[in-house]
């Protein structure tokens, strides 16, 4: 590493501290602020670089990885997410188009665990024959 390597890390604000203060500067609760900033971190190591040096690209890789290679749930992905549109929109204010660049996982649809007495009804008047003495 050389001299002017060393000059610019030393003058770089370290993004940890800045993001916990923005997020300080929200009013985020402190699981929040570790939050962020640990998945800031996680994204950081994987590619070996700062995030401010990373760009649109290297954000998609990294979900991509979360879901494929870490099997991350719909929720955890979320935290992810949640961290870096923090991060690039309030601590490194990039005038990217979040939505678009950043997507929001989709939760799966669950099928709900009691049915309502409308719902009953229904399925039960599916069912014809001797099934349904037996329902």
């Excluded at 929040?32 to 998609?60: K, W, Y």
Aim: with cysteine; hydrophobic share 35%; charged share 25%.
């Amino acid at each position: 590493m050389g001299q002017a390597e060393v000059q610019r890390r030393r003058r770089r604000p370290r993004l940890g501290n800045a993001c916990s203060r923005a997020c300080r500067s929200a009013n985020c609760p402190p699981h929040t602020q570790r939050a962020h900033v640990e998945n800031i971190a996680r994204f950081a190591r994987h590619f070996g670089r700062s995030p401010a040096d990373l760009g649109p690209e290297e954000i998609r890789t990294y979900q991509v990885y979360l879901i494929r290679e870490r099997h991350l749930a719909p929720s955890s992905l979320e935290i992810a997410v949640c961290a870096l549109r923090f991060l690039y929109k309030v601590t490194l204010k990039q005038p990217w188009s979040f939505d678009d660049l950043i997507p929001a996982p989709k939760k799966p649809r669950r099928l709900p665990i009691v049915l309502s007495p409308g719902e009953v009804v229904r399925a039960l008047e599916c069912v014809s024959g001797l099934g349904r003495c037996c329902v």
